[in-house]
Structure formats: C-alpha cells, structure tokens
C-alpha cells in the first residue's frame, strides 16, 4: 500500500486488491443486498472499503449517498472518497471535500476523449504524450466531480484541471483545476500520481465557501 499526506488533513492511499484482503459483516450483506456477483467487482469493493478503514479507523460505518459516493455515518466532518480500476484500489480521506480517481490505461481514453475534453484541452494533447494526458484529463475530471458530489456537470465544459505539461513525465506532481458553476469560478487543487500503468488523482476545495 501507497500513503501520500497531501497536506495537514488529508490522506491518500492505493494498493492492488490482494494487499487489503478481507471483509466485515456489514460488506457481505451489502455485496448479497446488491446482487454483486462478479468475482473481480466483490474483490473492488472489499478491497475499496478495507483501505478507506485502514484511514479512517476499523469502527467506520461506511454508507452511499445518492449519487453513489461513500459517506462515514459515524464520523463527523469526514470527507471521503473511493475509486477502483483492474487490480488497483485507491481511497482519500480529508476534513475538507475531496475526490479520487484511479486509472488503469486503457484504449478506450482514446475513442471517447470527444465527449470529456474541450477543444483547448484536444489542443493540448497534441503537444506531448497525448495517451498520458488524455488519461490524466480523464482521471482529473472524475476526481474534481466526486469531489463536488452534486451530479450533473457537463465534463467538456464545465470541468477545467490544469495538466503542465512540463511536469507529466514526473511521477507526482500538482496544480490547481476549475469547476465552473454559473458565474462562479470554483478554484481546485489537484494532485496526480503515476503507479505502472494507473494514473491516481485527487481533487480538494472548500465545499463550505460555495
């Protein structure tokens, strides 16, 4: 397992799904509740909620909201979020609004890039390891909406993370994103992560200025 303290309250972790083996009581009858069948779906979500409680203590009572993100029913002011892709788990935990995304790379990033990335964005990515950065925008995007945990966000327009491409060969780097909402300009910050062949990225802001 993988830990990154962003900064004084937030915490970010991932791991392949055979290190944070194991489950509770509560995760069986929720896996029996929702018909989740597929061997690899049961490893995600015991593995996901396994990692998020080695952060945020073994007593979290781990529930959804209605747009499927998770909620700590017993903790108060705890901020959480969960992301699976392939053999990989990753999870964020903060005091403020946060938002993860795990990426493995995938064709598919290529053929659906019209649908989340602006034409400035498209632009972009013809300057450097377009694969990398269509993935990132995509890893970018989802961790920003999670992040907002209001549904409905138009990702082509209404989603903005900063990628510097000077920085996309490193392993982590940071940068800041923009939600727009109305007339507001709601100001991100961005933390990205290469693990093999994953992209890793998180989104934070103070949800209590909006």
């Excluded at 959480?80 to 946060?98: E, G, P, Q, R, T």
Aim: proline letters at 2%.
């Amino acid at each position: 397992m993988i830990q990154k303290a962003i900064h004084a309250h937030t915490i970010l972790a991932w791991s392949e799904l055979e290190e944070v083996p194991g489950c509770n009581k509560d995760d069986e009858a929720f896996v029996r509740e929702k018909n989740i069948h597929h061997p690899l779906k049961q490893k995600q979500f015991y593995a996901g909620r396994r990692l998020l409680r080695s952060l945020v203590g073994a007593e979290a009572v781990i529930n959804y909201d209605q747009y499927g993100g998770p909620i700590v029913a017993n903790k108060r002011n705890a901020e959480v979020s969960l992301s699976h892709s392939a053999n990989m788990v990753a999870c964020a935990y903060s005091d403020i609004a946060i938002g993860i995304d795990i990426q493995q790379a995938d064709e598919k990033f290529e053929r659906v890039k019209f649908r989340f990335m602006s034409s400035d964005e498209l632009s972009e990515s013809e300057k450097t390891n377009r694969a990398d950065y269509v993935q990132f925008c995509w890893s970018a995007k989802e961790a920003m909406f999670k992040a907002f945990r209001k549904g409905n966000i138009n990702f082509r327009q209404q989603l903005m993370p900063n990628i510097p491409l000077d920085e996309l060969d490193l392993d982590e780097f940071e940068s800041t994103g923009h939600l727009i909402i109305g007339n507001k300009l709601i100001a991100m910050r961005l933390n990205y992560y290469k693990h093999d062949s994953y992209t890793i990225v998180s989104a934070s802001f103070d949800a209590s200025k909006y």
